[in-house]
């Protein structure tokens, strides 16, 4: 009986964020000028919902600080249109190091390379979720932020105190004010003003080991997206989380893959201000040494679980906004890598053609021609990977026929439903 009440009810959650998606047909960056926006489980822009697909290419603001190596820059985003690629997650962030976007607290660089990203993707009619720091070490990130106050003076015993000291915190709210007040040296829009970004991201990948019940992260989650919604109304925000499960349903914590980083999927993202959910996914990491097979399932069910979560009980958006397979995984083969994204793809559109709230799926991740001391392992260069580009155009178009208004778009019974029974 429960299981058949859970099954009518995520039907009706479907249909219903379904059919809020409704409005006249317009365009997006091209022929309007309205900004994304959630509206129950859907994204709609322009009065039409938004299905997308998309990358990640997080070095694009990096490249685009030196003239000489824009053309990367600007040959990524023709690449991406010749797809059908709709969305582009990127930093939004370069503290400290070789070639910053911010050298030390309140302090950047002239002429940011960051103009220059938005005025591309803006050029070829992309959207860009941008982030606003990193969990990790790269380009910076929470350890940077936590060095600077000790270096005036102010002692921090972890580098998780970013989230706790006032110091520390208040260096992030400058650089968050910093960037959403930007005013672009070349469309002249200010970025809080300009419907191009998609949404602000707070944090690529958060976690706070330190406090595994996750409340320390959910205060600093609180405080920070009133920071930025009293700042940019007009963009959407998400907090750039993994996904994992915690403490608020404990019986979810069966879909983690066996350990805890001091996050939690449904509180976080019940957070006033909050307005999509996003998930990552990577089994090759999270539960290494397991077979292919075994692997994608742990996928499907991930995503499974969360779209079931996202539709009954956060009733938002989801995207699942960094996915990947590694070059360095034993047995790789560019064939397997295909056969991944596709099944990746096809649970993302299943949910979505069936009215739930998989909105997009953004893969990890782009690199140009020229950067193979860049690679990581997951990088797709587009010119070394004909088939992997059929994959993507493939998923592209089939889900941006979607992007219809909802009385032209009729509910197609079993998609969701499937994905939800797992069938």
Known sequence: MKSKQLFLSLTLVAFLALQQCTASVGGGIGSGSGFARA??????????????????AYWLMYMASDPADRDKVTTTFQQAADLGVTVIRTWAFSDGGYRPLQYSPRRYVRGLGLDFVISEAKKHGIYLILSLVNNWDGFGGKK??????????????????FFRDDVVKGYYK???????????????AAYEDDPTIFA??????PRCESDLSGKTLQAWITEMAAHVKS????????????????????????FNPGYKVGTDFISDNQIPGIDFATIHAYPDQ???GSSDGDQLAFVQTWIRAH??????????????????????????????RDAYFLAVYEAVYACARGGGPCAGAIFWQV?????????????VVFSQSPSTKSVIAQQSTRISNLNVPASNNKFVEGGFDNLVRGD
């Open 367 to 379: 690199m140009a021609d020229g950067m193979a001391a860049w690679t990581d392992g997951y990088d």
């Open 39 to 56: 509206i129950g489980a859907c994204f709609v822009v322009d009065g039409r919902p938004f299905y997308s697909n998309g990358f990640n």
């Open 174 to 188: 400058n650089h968050i004010k910093a960037i959403l007040t930007r005013v672009n040296t070349i469309t002249g």
């Open 231 to 254: 700042i940019d109304s007009n963009h959407m925000l998400e907090i750039g989380i993994e996904g994992f499960y915690g403490e608020s349903m404990p019986d979810r914590k069966q």
């Open 307 to 336: 779209a079931r979560d996202a539709a009954a009980v956060l009733k938002k958006p989801l995207m699942l906004t960094e996915f990947g397979k590694s070059s360095r995984s034993p047995g790789y083969t560019v064939g397997a």
């Open 286 to 288: 999270w539960i290494s």
């Open 144 to 161: 940077q932020y936590v060095q600077w106050a000790r270096d005036k003076g102010h002692y921090l015993g972890s580098d998780d105190d």
């Open 200 to 205: 602000w991201e707070l944090m690529n990948e």
